[in-house]
């Protein structure tokens, strides 16, 4: 364990032998999620054997409840018809990748690393050259903005003129800045 506290741990069998090599293969990946992430509190783990179908072997089942700070990541693997969910093992490696992707998620949240959508912008075009496939754009502040035919999302290029408003949003490109994901109506953009 990293600088973290003890994760509290609880497995629970139901419909199903105990096995302590599966308990410790358990307890394993919760150590690596841990060294992933210190600050998880508890873990609560529920395998059970599904008794549908008696002409081949048992298909499992298993739940993990994985606690951190203000959430809790939630993991339920049924087997449905997946012959693969015929060996624990395999049933346990499937739900705690889904929680380790989980807890990804959560972390990069955490530390402010999820996309941030770039806000649209307004201008005018202040020149076309449809002979290039480009023009320029003039911001409310009265910069200069590249804009590509390439650029345009639900709008074609020949039938822009100058002074048309367009909504964009603005990057850093090679030569300067330039206009992404431009289009005329501002219903038309994606976030």
């Not at 008794?51 to 993991?75: A, D, F, S, T």
């Not at 649209?120 to 009265?142: C, K, S, W």
């Not at 039938?159 to 038309?188: C, I, M, N, W």
């Amino acid at each position: 364990m990293l600088k973290g506290i003890a994760v509290q741990i609880q497995i629970t069998w139901r419909n199903v032998e105990q096995s302590e090599a599966v308990e410790a293969d358990i307890r394993e990946k919760i150590h690596k999620l841990e060294q992933f992430y210190d600050k998880i509190v508890s873990c609560k783990v529920a395998i059970e054997a599904s008794h549908r179908r008696h002409h081949k072997g048992n298909l499992y089942r298993i739940h993990i409840v994985l606690e951190v700070p203000e959430h809790e990541i939630v993991v339920s693997r049924d087997p449905g018809d997946h012959h693969e969910h015929e060996d624990m093992y395999v049933t346990v490696r499937d739900a705690f990748d889904s929680a380790r992707r989980q807890l990804q998620g959560y972390v990069s949240k955490r530390r402010g690393k999820v996309k941030q959508h770039a806000a649209h912008q307004v201008g005018r075009i202040r020149m076309l050259n449809p002979d290039e496939d480009y023009g320029f754009l003039e911001t409310a502040d009265g910069r200069d903005v590249y804009l590509h035919r390439n650029s345009l999302i639900n709008t074609d290029f020949d039938d822009l003129t100058e002074g048309t408003e367009v909504y964009f949003v603005e990057e850093q490109g090679r030569e300067g800045p330039q206009a992404t994901r431009a289009s005329v109506g501002k219903h038309h953009l994606p976030e």
